[in-house]
Nanobody, 127 residues
Framework: VQLQAYGGGLVQAGGSLRLSCAAS????????LGWFRQAPGKEREFVAT????????YYEDNVKGRFTISRDNTKNTVYLQMNNLKPEDTAVYYC?????????????????????WGQGTLVTVSS
């Protein structure tokens, strides 16, 4: 599976961006999907995850109410709508797919539980 993330860019604080991550090589419909981010000088951190059906989502506390993860299995794509962006959201954003199903959302907050990764897209939020 190859994941291609795109949609990043430069935006002012308070603005919005929508990231997309398209897959090729295999359907993502049975996988849980996630977004992570890595700011300069920091470790990669969890942002959001969505179940294979799209019915369950979970967010890191700092993005709750501002970010929305969604998926379109017919397009083999996962999205991250980011609103009210803040300078601290500046990071490279990565999409990832987990092939193992686990009932606990905490499982999908850990990067080591994902099997496929996109190359990342840079989001820069200016103050």
């Amino acid at each position: 599976v190859q994941l291609q993330a795109y949609g990043g860019g430069l935006v002012q604080a308070g603005g919005s961006l929508r990231l997309s991550c398209a897959a090729s090589g295999r359907t993502l419909s049975s996988y849980s999907l996630g977004w992570f981010r890595q700011a300069p000088g920091k470790e990669r951190e969890f942002v959001a995850t969505i179940s294979w059906s799209g019915r369950s989502t979970y967010y890191e506390d700092n993005v709750k109410g501002r970010f929305t993860i969604s998926r379109d299995n017919t397009k083999n794509t996962v999205y991250l709508q980011m609103n009210n962006l803040k300078p601290e959201d500046t990071a490279v954003y990565y999409c990832a797919a987990a092939t193992i199903y686990y009932s606990s959302s905490s499982y999908y907050q850990r990067s080591e539980n994902y099997d496929y990764w996109g190359q990342g897209t840079l989001v820069t939020v200016s103050s």
